[in-house]
């Protein structure tokens, strides 16, 4: 039994639920999410759809006329999955995660690939390249995937060049693209609309659909940029 | 062989009931728009519910049988005709070689939904057919369809007449409106939304936009805010989530949403109202109305009674016409 944070369920719909341990972001939490979607994931209870972990949060998705099945009682979906989560979630434990990787992204910080970079430097009250140094001098840590297929959710930016999403997002953002929004980084693996604040970009490929595994990142994984 | 598109429609691609088990990858589960129409014309296809449709717009493509098929339409009426007689929607017909399908007249709904008995040969990507088009994989080459796209059927198979006359009951036929009510339970950040907006919400109708696709629904009307500005992490959100992002308009997020969002969740519709939100397009009009989990369980567990009896009835009379 692990030493749990706060925590809050609620339903998301009537066919998913979300447990949520606050609003912010921090390896441990992030680690007891991770863990306990993988808990899930192994037991599969009735009407299991599929799990979704993000940085404080965890949310399960079912079919709740499954889930309901087994059960000819007064309880409902809700109830049953709730208490599945419940459960799961007090025989917990955390393992010492692995060795993380550490994949290193190339960066180009060019005016053309960098369409937000003088805003960011405004914001921070800095020079362009001093902006640079800083975002360029942390090892960022993989906290989750969604928004697009392989969008690496990162943390943390440092406070200085922390600046916030755009007022109106962009139509279009160019596939590779690295953006800052608030405290976090992220590259967009394809073109796409996006708020994210674009201070350079990569060649890299986060996405291959007919790969076994078609991410290139994992929830866990260390990225560190490098000039180009 | 199978169908050829003579002429290709506005916006037509492949989908099915979606793809699961990959959203953690950020990988959206994506799928019919409509997808109770889907389940329905496949049902009385014989085939399992899953199997892929054209989901098509209008106007919508002009096709070509190269070989004869038993196949059906469902969801929207866009007054179909097979060698220009009226083919009508929720049955089961009979297309000859060389029959040409057309669709002339939008009437009701958004998205019109062709099968054919025992489905068309589409491969499978993580576990689905259907097109993502952000990524641009599934269906026909991860895009809508063109001019003199070929799909093959998946089987051969002779025009098999048991498998005709089959319909849908009327009591299980959507009916499509401009103006509709939809059924919403409430989300974790409506209790943050301030007495006045609460009363708002379900006060008048909201329009959706232009702006709208198959990624969510921007709606207009009474501008909604919360007692205080909210700035989120990024969670899961669903197909039916409501968000209220900081401008105080909502909205809805369709089949093809993103995996994870920051935006406050006002509310959820309910798995039954998606499908006629899935047939609603720019200028149509959405009245909210609050329910419980506990009544839209109860809601889903009747629908799917009524599925699962259709499903019976079509068993029981597709062998009785064998015998």
Not at chain 2, 7 to 32: E, Y
Not at chain 2, 246 to 261: N, R, V
Not at chain 2, 305 to 317: E, H, N, Q, S, T
């Amino acid at each position: 039994m692990i030493d749990l944070p706060k925590y809050e369920i609620f339903p998301l719909g009537e066919n998913a639920l979300t447990i949520c341990f606050g609003n912010s972001i921090s390896r441990e939490i992030n680690l007891i999410v991770t863990s306990l979607s993988k808990k899930i994931e192994s037991t599969k209870f009735q009407g299991f759809v599929e799990c979704v972990p993000a940085y404080s949060s965890l949310t399960v998705f079912f079919e709740l006329s499954k889930a309901k099945r087994k059960f000819r009682t007064a309880l409902t979906a809700y109830q049953i999955v709730k208490s599945h989560v419940e459960i799961a979630l007090q025989t917990l434990e955390i393992g010492q995660p692995k060795e993380p990787r550490l994949i290193e992204v190339p960066v180009s910080f060019e005016k053309r690939f960098a369409p937000d970079l003088e805003l960011v430097a405004e914001f921070a009250e800095l020079t362009e390249s001093e902006v640079i140094d800083i975002y360029l001098s942390s090892t960022y840590r993989v906290y989750m995937l969604g928004f697009l297929p392989g969008f690496p959710y990162m943390g943390e930016i440092d406070p200085r060049i922390a600046a916030p999403r755009k007022a109106s997002p962009r139509k279009q953002v160019a596939k590779g693209s690295v953006g800052i929004a608030g405290n976090q980084t992220g590259i967009y693996p394809l073109e796409s609309p996006g708020g994210w604040q674009i201070i350079g970009r990569t060649e890299i490929e986060l996405f291959t659909p007919n790969l076994e595994s078609p991410t290139l990142f994992n929830t866990g994984d260390l990225v560190k940029f490098v000039r180009i | 062989m199978g169908i050829s598109i003579k002429k290709a429609g506005v916006f037509d691609t492949i989908q099915d009931l979606g793809r699961f088990g990959f959203r953690k990858l950020g990988i959206n589960p994506g799928g019919a728009m409509d997808k109770n129409a889907l389940r329905l014309i496949n049902i009385i296809l014989g085939n399992p519910e899953s199997e892929p449709a054209i989901e098509m717009h209008f106007p919508a493509c002009q096709i070509v049988f190269e070989k004869p098929a038993v196949f059906a339409l469902g969801g929207a009426d866009f007054d179909a005709t097979l060698d220009k007689l009226p083919v009508p929607n929720w049955k089961t017909h009979l297309a000859k070689k060389g029959s040409i399908l057309s669709f002339r007249k939008k009437l009701s709904g958004s998205r019109c939904y062709f099968g054919i008995r025992h489905g068309f040969e589409i491969e499978r990507w993580l576990g689905s057919a259907s097109t993502n088009l952000a990524a641009n994989i599934g269906g026909v080459k991860g895009r809508q369809l063109r001019n003199d796209d070929q799909i093959r059927f998946s089987k051969a198979h002779a025009a098999e007449k048991n498998f005709l006359g089959f319909e849908i009951a009327t009591s299980l036929r959507p009916v499509s409106k401009t103006i509709q009510m939809i059924r919403i339970t409430k989300g974790i950040e409506y209790r943050d939304l301030t007495a006045l907006s609460e009363q708002r919400l379900f006060e008048g109708a909201y329009e959706i936009s232009n702006d709208s696709n198959r990624m969510g629904y921007k709606l207009d009307g009474n501008p909604l805010h919360l007692l205080s500005r909210k700035e989120l992490l990024s969670s899961a959100v669903g197909f039916g989530t409501v968000q209220l992002p900081p401008y105080g308009k909502p909205l809805l997020l369709m089949a093809d949403h993103q995996t994870t969002g920051g935006y406050p969740r006002i509310g959820h519709v309910i798995k039954r109202d998606l499908s006629l939100v899935g047939q609603m397009g720019p200028g149509d009009k959405i009245l909210f109305e609050l329910v419980s989990i506990d009544e839209a369980e109860k809601i889903e567990e009747q629908y799917e009674r009524d599925v699962a009896y259709l499903r019976m009835g079509v068993k029981f009379k597709q062998t009785d016409a064998k015998d």
